[in-house]
T-cell receptor, first 111, second 115 residues
Framework: DAKTTQPTSMDCAEGRAANLPCNHSTISGNEYVYWYRQIHSQGPQYIIHGLKNNETNEMASLIITEDRKSSTLILPHATLRDTAVYYCIVSGETSGSRLTFGEGTQLTVNP | GAVVSQHPSRVICKSGTSVKIECRSLDFQATTMFWYRQFPKQSLMLMATSNEGSKATYEQGVEKDKFLINHASLTLSTLTVTSAHPEDSSFYIC???????????FGPGTRLTVL
């Protein structure tokens, strides 16, 4: 699986958009980009995933560059409850693919 | 979204005893379940991949005789930590894969403390 690079930490003001970047320059053509988050002492929560098109759901938007070497997770209106560690993971498309967690980005939403 | 439960949420046991942790997919069938371990201030580490009706595949460095995994149905997988020792104290998290969403959903985790 391709390796990802994320900033260690980010801050965001409550109510503003949070933009979390991720580099995955070695991604291959059949690998998806997944985003999960983990609030302290809880299991990871699925946010969104995509292959090459931009995706949006009720939680967030995922913007993937045309060359697929990087992506950005956008939380449009961050709240205090969005404070968590966000993981960007690249994984194969085959069913049941393993997820390899890196260190993620600690997002802190400030009042 | 899909719901995955774990039981118990927290367990404290004496050194040398065995502990069983259950992982259930509540509203979907999971052909594949995964078990992770997370130590304080570290990321999740995959321990094993479990397919229904077959033997689990363990990651390098994970002792299969110590961490017994059973995946007897499409909605239940169990992890048994045998002869637990203090160094096995950790946060154990399972996930279940659904082909309908091509996504893994995670349980809330089980905090194991071995005295």
């Amino acid at each position: 699986d391709a390796k990802t690079t994320q900033p260690t930490s980010m801050d965001c003001a409550e109510g503003r958009a949070a933009n979390l970047p991720c580099n995955h320059s070695t991604i291959s053509g059949n690998e998806y980009v997944y985003w999960y988050r983990q609030i302290h002492s809880q299991g990871p929560q699925y946010i969104i995933h995509g292959l090459k098109n931009n995706e949006t759901n009720e939680m967030a938007s995922l913007i993937i560059t045309e060359d697929r070497k990087s992506s950005t997770l956008i939380l449009p209106h961050a709240t205090l409850r969005d404070t968590a560690v966000y993981y960007c993971i690249v994984s194969g498309e085959t069913s049941g693919s393993r997820l390899t967690f890196g260190e993620g980005t600690q997002l802190t939403v400030n009042p | 979204g899909a719901v995955v439960s774990q039981h118990p949420s927290r367990v404290i046991c004496k050194s040398g005893t065995s502990v069983k942790i259950e992982c259930r997919s509540l509203d979907f069938q999971a052909t594949t379940m995964f078990w992770y371990r997370q130590f304080p201030k570290q990321s999740l580490m995959l321990m094993a991949t479990s397919n229904e009706g077959s033997k689990a595949t363990y990651e390098q460095g994970v002792e299969k005789d110590k961490f017994l995994i059973n995946h007897a149905s499409l909605t239940l997988s169990t992890l048994t930590v045998t002869s637990a020792h203090p160094e096995d104290s950790s946060f154990y998290i399972c996930s279940a894969f659904t082909s309908m969403a091509d996504t893994q959903y995670f349980g809330p985790g089980t905090r194991l403390t071995v005295l």
